[in-house]
């Protein structure tokens, strides 16, 4: 099983992460995690830490001679903002952070759990994204994320091939494809944060050339479209994650939202093994499994909850009212959460892959991938050899 774990704090010596059942054979580029790592600093609308980071990662274990050998890999990304033994506590919780229930939980300080709580331990999850993204990659399995909104503000995505959308997001400030947005964007970024009020938005990601049968569809833990919303609404300040149309399909009629099926015989040596479907509004995903079209995944997240004009709170040493504690902060991260998201959404496919494939090593899925669709290709023609007329519920 692929798995891992983080730690470390906000303001810590580092953020780590262990990646345990990590399949051998995959050669690993650093300087690739670095460059998701400094995507995630970037967007507009970020604070002052983004100005002191320049996150690299180190890969501590797991490799020889740059190629993974099976064992767990262990990340480390130093904080070059450590600091935390010289900070000060909060005395008055900030609305929509963990501050009040966290301190409470743990019969301590509000320091204790802001300091873990922080997305700064998304740049742990980033780097571990990255290198799940270098196991997809030899599978022809691409990621990718962007912004579709900023607060009231929103940004349709502009249609076009991989290659296309992936130029216009690095030509946009904040990762959306359509960057004659920009301005407006940042227009209304400028004028929240000078009222001293922060932002949320959405992000979408999409997944290519996954093959069918990733999840499943026989136990509730196993399903792929409930893993994903829960490895999504797990990443900090996400608060709705839709797949495919979402929230839109309780509204529209049945025949305006499932996906018909079609089948193109010059497609059967791709993954879809010739299944074409003209509309993806399931998103990739029915019955828990990947249908082998692109899944998509939207994350609604919410804006930053430390105001620099701070809404009503409780001195929790006087147990009077007073404003929140206000600690240096972002405007908007919704930039920085489209490649957050983008990098958990990778490592849950990851993870499905090394399941459904099985095996210790790249080669070992590789030779199980083509197996399972020489046999599905064989199975299909059987079927239409045969006549098949199969009744189902
Ligand atoms: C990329 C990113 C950057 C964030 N930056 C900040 C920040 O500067 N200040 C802040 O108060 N919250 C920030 N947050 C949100 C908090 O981490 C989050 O709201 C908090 O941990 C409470 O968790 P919850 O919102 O999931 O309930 C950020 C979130 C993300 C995804």
Redesign the pocket.
Known sequence: MLRYLTAGESHGKAMVAIVDGFPAGVSIDSAAIDGELKRRQGGYGR?GRQRIESDQVQVLSGLWRGVTIGSPIALLIENKDYKIDRMDDLDRP?P???DLAGAIKHLGSIRGVLER???RE?VARVAVGALAKQLLQPLGITCFGYVVQVGPVAIPPTPGTIDQQLQLRSQSVIYSLDPSKDAEVQTLIDSVGKQGDTLGGIVEVQVHGVPFGLGSHTQWDRKLDGRLARAVMS????KGVEIGLGFQVASRRGSQVHDPIQFDPSQIDRPNLGFVRPSNNAGGLEAGMSNSQPIVVRAA??P???LAKPLPSVNLGTLQPQQASYER??IC?VA??SC?VENVVAFEIARAIVEKFGGDSLDEIQARWELFHRLARQKLKLSAALGSTNKTD
């Open positions: 604070g900030r929509g952070h963990g709580a922080s997305a998304t990443v900090q300040a996400i997240k919410k930053i909850s430390t902060s972002d991260a920085a959460a957050i």
